[in-house]
């Protein structure tokens, strides 16, 4: 992605804002996190205007969700095993396409894995619950890394890739159709993003359409797809994804902003997926525990692997610290939220399904103001000048865990760890709560 600013028709400098999805290791990606209203609408348009190479004319057109999964089928890298659940299992081949894609425009990086009992130092496990839904995704899913190779292998395929949109676009008036597989497109435009913007995005800037952003998913959506099309398909003639009233051509449909609430609308989690995303993240906890204790035992025992990772294991440490404050937090909030529900008698006179109401309302409420608490102590301590030491905080709840970092008196480090923490937090508070803007 380039990293230049520049300024947009608005005169507004316009700065490519973090585009990898960061956690602490076990907790899930969540709706709104993945964007999932987004991907589901992109990969549920039915739309069959994109030539697929291996069909032949004139029945060789299909929609986006079918050309993106037979790119990742034909990839050189991709193993025959999975290559055959992705074409026998639909909803498998739609999750891992999903995943793929996130992966293709530099949203997850190769650091992402899905096996809960992973003790890899360098890898963080992150459960993806609203994807997930049956043993299969859950069971047989690509780590990133492996993603990543298996979209280098698309790429591999042509000889040689794409490298710019002007490539892209020469190659389309040399009556090469499709110009390059839609893998190698979406690297491009990722790598060009800033390029990509000035030529066709008015309202925003081309990688917020992957970003949790107040324009509707839909209407995101539609403006990749007539990206994709204009660069693989026709640059010139009528795009079937293009606003009937647009003035030129050249632009994307319109992006029209909507309100903070209706944002709120959008990407909302099941109580299901919820669940299964702090069974997951508790599920994790445990491992390093019994991870962390393993390795103590050994070092206890003089069984020291002369080839073990000093930093690893310190890796493994810090993670399993982090994973307990995390489940003291969550504990905490649960406790509250059991002490604040009445259990005085209910009178006669008042209705059940109305006093479970209040009872759950009153939960809900603990639960806030002990999110509250805690967001206004942690906020407090980073405040304070000169940059805090963790040596001095290490009994508070919100900050412990990182005593481990190597990056003790770094702001940005803390500030870092207190929000994603916090947000750990939030995500598992029932209905969930909207964090709070950290203060300028």
């Not at 025959?80 to 949203?107: D, Y």
């Amino acid at each position: 992605m380039e990293k230049s600013d520049y300024k947009g028709q608005d005169g507004l400098v316009i700065t490519p804002r973090p585009l990898i999805i960061k956690g602490n290791d076990g907790e899930p990606l969540l709706r709104k996190t993945i964007q999932y209203d987004f991907l589901q609408a992109l990969f549920s348009d039915t739309t069959q205007c994109f030539t697929e190479p291996t069909l032949q004319a004139p029945n060789n057109k299909v929609n986006f969700s079918t050309l993106y999964r037979k790119a990742l089928i034909a990839s050189n890298k991709m193993t025959g095993s999975q290559r055959i659940k992705m074409e026998q299992f639909p909803e498998f081949g739609l999750v891992m396409a999903q995943v793929c894609l996130l992966v293709n425009i530099g949203r997850i990086n190769t650091t992402l894995a899905f096996y809960p009992d992973m003790r890899t130092a360098l890898r963080y496990y992150h459960s993806i619950p609203s994807l997930q839904r049956d043993e299969t995704t859950r069971q047989h899913m690509y780590d990133a890394a492996r993603m990543k190779t298996v979209l280098k292998g698309c790429t591999g395929n042509e000889s040689p890739p794409a490298s710019t949109p002007a490539e892209i676009l020469s190659r389309q008036a040399s009556g090469t159709i499709p110009a390059c597989n839609p893998v190698t497109a979406l690297f491009t435009f990722t790598a060009h993003s800033t390029t990509i913007t000035k030529d066709h995005y008015r309202e925003c800037e081309f990688m917020d359409l992957f970003l949790p952003t107040p324009i509707s998913s839909v209407a995101r959506a539609r403006a990749l797809l007539w990206l994709l099309y204009r660069y693989l398909e026709d640059s010139k003639g009528p795009n079937p994804f293009q606003d009937p009233a647009a003035k030129s051509p050249k632009y994307a449909p319109p992006l029209p902003r909507f309100s903070m609430e209706e944002m709120e609308q959008e990407n909302v989690d099941s109580p299901e997926e919820i669940e299964y995303g702090r069974k997951m993240l508790q599920y994790r906890i445990e491992f390093l525990n019994k991870t962390e204790a393993e390795y103590a035992q050994d070092a206890a025992k003089g069984k020291v692997d002369p080839n073990a990772n000093p930093r690893g294991q310190k890796a493994m440490k810090k993670k399993a610290a982090i994973g307990r404050a995390v489940q003291e937090e969550l504990a905490a909030m649960d406790t509250q939220s059991n002490l604040s529900r009445d259990t005085s008698p209910v009178p006669a006179v008042v209705d059940p399904a109305v006093a479970a109401a209040q009872a759950a309302v009153s939960a809900h409420n603990a639960q806030v103001n002990f999110l509250s608490q805690s967001e206004t102590n942690a906020r407090g301590l980073l405040a304070k000048p000169p940059a805090i030491s963790f040596i001095d905080y290490t009994n508070s709840r919100l900050l412990n865990a990182t005593i481990d970092s190597e990056d003790e008196d770094d702001l940005p480090h803390s500030q870092s760890i207190v929000e994603r923490r916090l947000a750990v937090l939030h995500t598992f508070c029932n209905p969930s709560v909207p964090a709070a803007v950290p203060p300028a």
